[in-house]
């Protein structure tokens, strides 16, 4: 299941925030797919400066990722940075 998170892209974000989600999000068992790289549009509004794109085996692990102490903790410094949009996106079976 993809989840898409759009957030900060300020420096200070990422010595301070970015490690905190990254260990965050592997230790619930997310992973990375796509990580503030070239953002290239074809239609429409164009997305914040970072995107995040994470694959997690179900919505119930992404659910348990954010209700955790360790989320919460790295989403309260993140926050001094940036407003978040964050969606999952139902997969397809492979």
């Known amino acids: 299941m993809p989840s898409i ?3 900060p892209r ?3 974000a990422t ?8 260990a965050a999000t592997k230790s619930s068992g997310g992973r990375f797919l796509a990580q503030g790289g ?3 549009v074809f239609e429409g509004e164009p997305p914040k400066p970072r995107v995040v794109v994470q694959v997690w085996d ?11 102490a360790e989320f919460k903790a790295s989403r309260q410094v ?4 940036a407003k978040f949009r ?4 139902e997969g397809l079976p492979q």
């Open 38 to 40: 070239k953002v290239t």
């Open 78 to 81: 993140g926050e001094k940075y």
């Open 5 to 7: 998170v759009s957030g």
């Open 10 to 12: 300020k420096s200070a």
């Open 86 to 89: 964050t969606y999952a996106i």
């Open 58 to 68: 179900s919505l119930e692990k992404i659910q348990a990722w954010r209700a955790s």
């Open 15 to 22: 010595k301070e925030f970015v490690p905190l989600a990254q």
